[in-house]
């Protein structure tokens, strides 16, 4: 009888547990939801953040707070939000380098980007380019490599580093051409697109959201685009895959959340974003920031985006010889 009586408490209990639990999920979000980024304000990724923030807001009920978490090439803000409660009030708004290819440039990292979260939705691409100062003589990516060519190591790509996205794409191009580039490394692709308009250096791979504005200006001008089709707005520009075959090289932005969150929460989150996503007025917001939205149909969709891009960039690593640090 004691027994019996024991087997009817834990099963009210367990009852009672579950029908918390599916409460607290069904009345989600019931507090602040936060954004954790590993850049600075004002910084791209964040303006897209901001953008979507303001209009979830309205949707959830709830504040959408942004958490800039920027320093160690994306692992401060990454180690952070993998550490984060999984119980829907906290997701990652992450870049390629913090899920990618940060792996390819590290032995040892504080966090797991394929084991620590749970993919939410696929927010946007983020196109590179190829850039040259408005009245230089370069006039197309076939004339760039054609110059290289004729004087090798004395044609100059400005970029970000070779460690980095841009970097990692001047490194791509350059074998993949064969042009025999100097590539010059610089502190940030502030300072590489000031020695572009300078004349201190003849080309420059940037994301093309940090430089349109000087593109509009008249101050620089496109030679290709690093996405695998032109991009709309810009569709007198070449793509580099017509030059190059297959070649696509692009920044991405994805939401995922701390490995653990609720499945519930994580399908109502995909639902909300990709339905702002959906709207005509974001996605044209969104373009004048720089990046491209692409929504997938859903978190299963995006982990096998992710899967896929882990095995590209394996092979990218290998083809260009980057070996973690």
Known sequence: MQRRHLMHAAAAALASSVGVTAHSQSAWPDRPVKFILSQPPGSGPDN???????????????????????????????????RSAP??????????????????????????????????AFIAKSPFAVLVRADSPISSMQDLVARSKASPGKLSVANEGPRTFGGIIARLINA???????????A???????????GHSDAVVADLASTAQLVKQGRLRLLAVTSGKRVAGWDSVPALSEMIPQFEMVGWFTLVAPMGTPAAIVQRMHREVNTLLADAEVAQRMLTIGPIAEPLSSPE?????????????????????????
Not at 188 to 198: F, H, I, K, R, Y
């Open 48 to 82: 897209v953040a901001r953008l979507l923030s303001e209009r979830l807001a309205k949707a959830l009920g709830q504040a959408v707070v942004i958490e800039n978490k920027p320093g160690g090439q994306n692992v401060i803000g990454a180690q952070a939000a993998a």
């Open 87 to 120: 119980d829907g009030s906290n997701f990652y708004f992450a870049t390629t380098a913090a899920l990618v290819t940060n792996r390819h440039l590290f032995k040892t990292m504080p966090y797991d980007p394929q084991k620590d979260f749970a993919a939410v």
């Open 176 to 186: 993949r051409t064969r042009m025999e580039a100097n590539l010059v490394a610089y």
């Open 188 to 198: 940030s692709v502030g300072v590489a697109v000031q020695d572009v308009l300078g």
């Open 301 to 325: 969709a995006v982990e096998a985006f992710l899967k896929q891009e882990h095995e590209r960039w394996a092979e990218v690593a290998k083809e260009i010889g980057l070996l973690p640090e």
